[in-house]
């Protein structure tokens, strides 16, 4: 058996271009290739989503997100340090304020299905197949097992599902949190069947998840909180998971690459003073997350790995979430 391995890849924002750490780009993404055009060998490793369906573009213009153009623009951004593309994936109904889990099931049947029709199609006509993620907007456990099988039988052995969406609903929050990993459980238990599988989790995936998507045997996760944290929010991560603003920061004991090199005071004054540094200090924490689990994962102590992190983070959330994991959920 290979080894697992686990990658997280941040949102590219081309105004930090000289941090080469894996980034996801969109596939209508217009600036990453210009960004590195001065020197391609420091292009970061990079993973091309199917582009986000409730963002402005697509809600009025749907017909910019067919499976047809996404993969034609994908192919147009591959290269050497492309490690994966998801296909198109498609919402319940479009609906963004109904959580998933909350339609009837023939509504989030029709999205799951035409998602996988989208996959099979993509498979069908690209010219790079071993780079596809099958991409789905899914909501529970039972949708997720029904969908991620019949795709593994389809030969599509690359999954990807995107979540996060319904978390900026308040009353929703926490389980859109737990449904996430109602489907993750649902992954966990094929990948355990089905050797060779890999998933791709988007959105979702702050700081504090890591551990747990890892130990759910995802193999690479994208998200954005490190870096709009940072520049839109002021914001800066803790070690314990923590999202605090910069002007509130007193004491400031961060051992990582970005602030070690300097005196806490100047630190702590340079955090306040500018985004490109609090996102240098937050790509580093996710950085040093990220070798943390690499290094349990070839240990096989992710497990301890996990439990000795939901514990620092004391998040009673995050502990519902190992246990579904753990448990294999109720079924509907
Ligand atoms: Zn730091």
């Not at 420091?42 to 009025?60: A, R, W």
């Not at 459980?185 to 791709?200: K, M, P, V």
């Amino acid at each position: 058996m290979s080894p697992k391995s686990f990658q997280f890849y941040r949102t590219f924002v081309p105004k930090l271009s000289e941090l080469c750490d894996p980034v996801v780009i969109s596939f209508d993404n217009t600036t990453f290739v210009k960004s590195y055009t001065l020197d391609p060998l420091v292009t970061p490793h990079h993973f091309i989503h199917s582009g986000n369906f409730f963002s402005q573009p697509y809600v009025q213009k749907p017909e910019l997100r067919t499976k047809e153009r996404i993969l034609h623009l994908q192919e147009k951004l591959i290269n050497k340090r492309t490690d994966g593309l998801m296909t198109l994936n498609v919402p319940v109904n479009g609906d963004l304020t109904t959580p998933y889990w909350e339609h009837v099931a023939a509504d989030r049947l029709k999205a799951i299905e035409a998602s996988l029709e989208a996959a099979v199609w993509t498979k069908e006509n690209t010219k790079r197949p071993d780079l596809l993620y099958a991409g789905f907007e899914v909501g529970t456990y039972r949708d997720a097992s029904y969908i991620f099988k019949k795709a593994v039988s389809a030969d599509l052995t690359n999954l990807s599902a995107g979540f996060g969406l319904f978390s900026r609903l308040a009353k929703y929050r926490q389980e859109d949190r737990l449904k996430q990993f109602e489907v993750l459980a649902a992954y966990d238990q094929l990948s355990r069947e089905f050797e060779g599988t890999r998933f791709h989790a988007s959105g979702g995936s702050a700081l504090n998840v890591l551990e747990l998507l890892a130990y759910a045997n995802v193999t690479s996760a994208d998200g954005s909180s490190a870096v709009i944290a940072g520049l839109a929010y002021g914001s800066v991560l803790t070690a314990t998971g923590k999202v605090i603003r910069a002007n509130k920061l007193a004491h400031w004991g961060c051992n990582c690459e970005f602030c070690s090199g300097s005196r806490p005071s100047d630190v702590v004054k340079e955090l306040q003073r500018s985004s490109e540094a609090r996102v240098r200090h937050n790509v580093n924490v996710m950085r040093s997350s990220v070798a943390r689990i690499n290094d349990a994962l070839a240990n096989n102590t992710i497990a301890e790995l996990t439990e000795q992190r939901l514990t620092l983070y004391k998040n009673k959330a995050l502990w519902k979430c190992l246990d579904i994991v753990n448990n294999k959920p109720a079924r509907e």
